[in-house]
């Protein structure tokens, strides 16, 4: 079972620190074994599922962990399916992986999911995965993709210990049925032939059951209701327990001690799985991600008050270069906002200069990436030629189709003169035809080929400052005067859905 020493937060702080100073990091990619692990792990969970399954079916009694796994399979089930979705092929590679150690080959983000849940029995919450990571980074700060990916991880490590909550299940579901077979074949014996009790007890002694513990909790159990008729055979299995150097007394206290951690360790991570789909991982990963941190200390005092995407917009570029780079996310991050700084003391904070995104999406960026070391791919070098060339490179596919077109059909009526007035008549419409083909067919090849690049915005979530008080203009024109009336009901219901004190709506009308 996943399960080692129980910490408190303080221990499980130390602990994460002590880690931080023993991970080491392999520079070289290697293979994905995150998949090959989820779909192991669903073979056997299914396996066990079913071992529990076909024990319920008769009526026969179950222990509270089968019941938690009986009850619970349909979420182990999405959780399977959800990973596979979440985890595409070749996602762990992107991840810095661990050199050496039990999970070398694995993500380090992995380990710390893995060790996580193996000091706290499967018990995932905000308090201790904040204190975890927050620990660990006060050494070796995470990647971003590190820390997005860190629900992910826990999911897959929460799977694979019910893994083997599961095995442990099925193992004991498997001893209890032998003890049963067993004990009702006694028990039928000595009902219908009392002579063949000893005859069969010989064939049990030398089939060389192991005597587990919840194999004899539940061989004693079916036994002892029947009384004195079945003494001798207790009295022989204590004989061969006290060769071993245990009492039936001491396995049953064993098994109950087992069954209830069981129960606790498949009770935590089922709870924790649900727990993961509730979470808010954007607020967590900007808390705790150091690069956010850094953006923070923008000059113009802009990046706090934009919204969730401009803001995860801003650290993908941040990733970006860094990967391109020598330099760390951090350093990468640290040298826009410098950047920023030198251009808000010599342009002044309102500047756009002195703004960090101007250095990750707007024309600063080309600083931000010679002052790093950057090396573009070729791909992005022609991406980027071209977003200079943006008119020529529109205009011109659609003058070529319409040319090519023209020149087409030129051909067919060469017959008739240069000079034929019915060429001009012909040429006119067709060429407008033409041109508005070859404008949409321009236009479904740029929306195919570039992606959208979306403006950066403020989050007014909380309201409109009185700094960005907004007035909202409706231009109109006034047919007739019911329309009055249309059009001031339409601005009232604008009003009364969008109530702030700095938002005003006006009519502009003719």
């Not at 962990?65 to 619970?72: I, K, M």
Request: charged fraction near 20%.
């Amino acid at each position: 079972m996943l399960r080692s020493e129980l910490f408190s937060i303080e221990q499980l702080k130390r602990h994460a620190v002590t880690l931080a100073g023993q991970h080491r990091i392999d520079p070289r990619p290697g293979p994905d074994r995150l998949l090959p692990r989820l779909s192991d792990n669903a073979r056997v969970l299914l396996a066990a599922y079913d071992v529990v399954t076909a024990a319920a079916m008769p009526g026969q009694r179950i222990v509270p962990a089968e019941a938690w796994l009986l009850d619970n399979f349909y979420l182990i089930e999405q959780q399977i399916g959800m990973a596979r979705r979440h985890l595409p092929r070749g996602y762990s590679r992107q991840l810095p992986r661990l050199a050496d150690g039990l999970s070398a080959g694995f993500p380090r983000i992995y380990d710390l999911a893995l060790e996580l849940i193996s000091h706290m029995d499967g018990r995932v919450d905000s308090d201790n995965a904040t204190q975890l990571i927050a620990a660990y980074q006060t050494v070796e700060p995470l990647k971003l993709g590190e820390l997005w990916a860190f629900p992910i991880m826990l999911q897959l490590a929460l799977l694979e210990n019910l893994r083997r909550v599961g095995v442990r299940i099925a193992q004991r579901r498997e001893e209890r049925d032998a003890a049963i077979t067993w004990a009702d074949r006694m028990l039928a014996t000595a009902e219908s032939e009392p002579k063949q009790l000893i005859q069969l007890l010989a064939e049990f002694a030398n089939a060389d059951v192991p005597l587990t513990a919840p194999f004899v909790e539940e061989f004693y159990d079916r036994l002892q209701a029947q009384g004195p008729a079945m003494a001798f055979v207790q009295t022989w299995v204590e004989q061969k327990l006290l060769e071993q150097g245990v009492t039936a007394t001491e396995l049953s206290e064993a098994a109950g001690r087992t069954a209830a951690a069981n129960q606790i360790s498949i009770a935590n991570s089922i709870g924790s799985l649900r727990f993961i789909g509730a979470m808010d991982w954007k607020q967590y990963v900007e808390s705790l991600s150091v690069v956010e941190q850094i953006l923070r200390e923008d000059p113009m005092d802009s990046y706090a008050s934009q919204d969730f995407a401009t803001r995860d917009r801003y650290r993908h570029v941040i990733e970006d270069v860094a990967r391109r780079s020598t330099c760390s996310e951090m350093a990468v991050a640290r040298e826009a906002i410098v950047l920023a700084q030198a251009a808000a003391a010599q342009q002044g904070i309102h500047d756009r200069s002195a703004h960090v995104g101007y250095y990750l999406i707007d024309r600063g960026r080309q600083r931000l990436e010679h002052a790093v070391g950057c090396r573009l791919s070729l791909k992005s070098r022609i991406v980027r030629v071209s977003r200079h060339l943006r008119l020529p490179l529109y205009l011109g596919p659609i003058l070529l189709l319409t040319a090519l077109a023209t020149a087409s059909i030129l051909s067919v009526v060469g017959g008739f003169g240069a000079g034929d007035w019915r060429v001009g008549l012909l040429l006119l419409p067709f060429v407008i035809a033409v041109s508005a083909l070859a404008v949409s067919l321009v236009n479904l090849l740029v929306t195919l080929v570039l992606p959208p690049r979306a403006l950066p915005r403020l989050d007014f979530s909380k309201g409109i400052p009185d700094s960005h008080r907004t007035m909202v203009i409706v231009p109109t024109l006034l047919a007739r005067p019911q329309d009055v009336d249309d059009l001031l009901e339409a601005m009232e219901i604008r009003y009364l859905g969008n109530r702030d004190p700095n938002l005003f709506f006006a009519l502009l009308t003719d």
